[in-house]
């Protein structure tokens, strides 16, 4: 960890306050045929240094929330229209695009899904870099190219000074991840945003990419938010996760929490859907039927109902909140030191949770 991220890392320790806090935060698209509500009022908290999963399948809003944290949706069309993004204290919600300039890169960093649309294909890599360096800080051109062949090393890439010269399309799709990596981190940001990292990459470059972020960030003492659908990369990365379904977050908690104990209808669907190598032979998955929700529509009621074994009447008007649950999955009051919550009417006992369906309440499964 470099002095600047300890001596802050150790300041926002000392205060209690989170690195980033999101409270309500509301984005819409509207155009000229509808209103699409892709976030419905999301609040969450990253600890400095903590590594924090967002999941969720595809068009969940996972990638919104964090487009918005980064004040990078695309407009006119994409607004934040309620809530705040608290990093330090200092709402990005509400700054000015000159003041929220200066933020990105320097603070907040972003790796995009796909590298190649987000590289720029007609300047060299040396130029990506060296931009963005100077662009933050008052850096001479050679000290910037020293500092670009820093990073093209520390990522891994051989024979770092020529492939500066070098096109984004010379890059191999593992090697364009590995650059986009360095360019995140070149500030030493305190917050770097992971979206997708290892979209279209095979498993072995997968796990190569994901261990470089762990070992970069862990270095630096950098908070990581990770926007994946791939369970087993959440299992392990992350130390806390949140649960994302129709633009509201469903179900939150520490990482062995929700892989052990999972209490919201749409989690249990999540693990279930998925194999798991320990499940043994002829394990059956269980698909979550149904498609998801029209968010083209105002959400009413629970947004997961439509497709819940365990929805109820109330279900369909009521939208719950997050609320507190205990050790055996069942929803408490809240309280200061909650780890876990879920937004649930009718929860599945722990006994439904490894079944995966709906049982007479006070059958026993075997939770092996």
Request: glycine share 8%; proline share 7%; hydrophobic share 40%.
């Amino acid at each position: 960890m470099t002095q600047a991220n300890r001596l802050r890392a150790t300041a926002s320790r000392e205060s209690g306050a989170p690195l980033l806090s999101v409270r309500d935060l509301v984005v819409r698209f509207r155009t000229h045929d509808a209103t699409v509500y892709a976030v419905n009022g999301v609040s969450f908290d990253v600890a400095e240094g903590e590594t924090v999963g967002l999941v969720g399948e595809s068009g969940c809003g996972k990638s919104v929330t964090n487009l918005a944290i980064m004040r990078l949706l695309p407009r006119p069309a994409g607004r934040i229209e309620g809530g705040t993004v608290l990093l330090d204290g200092q709402d990005l919600a509400s700054m000015a695009e000159s003041e929220i300039r200066d933020i990105r890169g320097r603070d907040v960093a972003m790796i995009f899904q796909d590298p190649m649309t987000s590289l720029n294909p007609v300047l060299t890599i040396e130029e990506q870099l060296t931009e963005t360096l100077r662009a933050h800080r008052k850096i001479t051109a050679t000290d910037a190219r020293q500092r670009a062949i820093d990073l093209l090393a520390l990522v891994g890439i051989p024979n770092p000074e020529p492939r500066l010269r070098n096109f984004p399309h010379q890059f191999s799709g593992g090697m364009r991840q590995r650059v986009m990596i360095a360019m995140a981190l070149a500030l030493e940001p305190r917050l770097l945003i992971a979206d997708e990292p290892t979209t279209a990459l095979d498993v072995t470059i997968q796990a190569q990419v994901l261990e470089l972020i762990r070992d970069l960030t862990q270095k630096s003492g950098t908070a990581v938010i990770l926007i994946t659908h791939d369970l087993g990369v959440v299992a392990g990365m992350t130390q806390r996760v949140n649960v994302m379904y129709a633009g509201f977050i469903v179900e939150a908690g520490l990482t062995p929490d929700i892989f052990a104990r999972p209490s919201h209808p749409y989690t249990v669907g999540l693990l279930h859907s998925i194999p798991r190598i320990d499940g043994g032979e002829g394990e059956e998955l269980i698909p979550i039927e149904g498609a998801p929700p029209n968010q083209r529509l105002a959400p009413v009621g629970c947004p997961f109902a439509p497709r819940c074994a365990w929805r109820t009447d109330r279900c369909l008007t009521e939208n719950p909140v997050l609320t507190a649950v205990d050790g055996s999955g069942a929803a408490v009051l809240t309280g200061a030191a909650v780890t876990h919550r879920m937004a649930c009417h009718n929860p599945p006992t722990p006994a439904e949770a490894v079944a995966g369906r709906p049982l007479g309440r006070g059958v026993a499964v075997d939770a092996r």
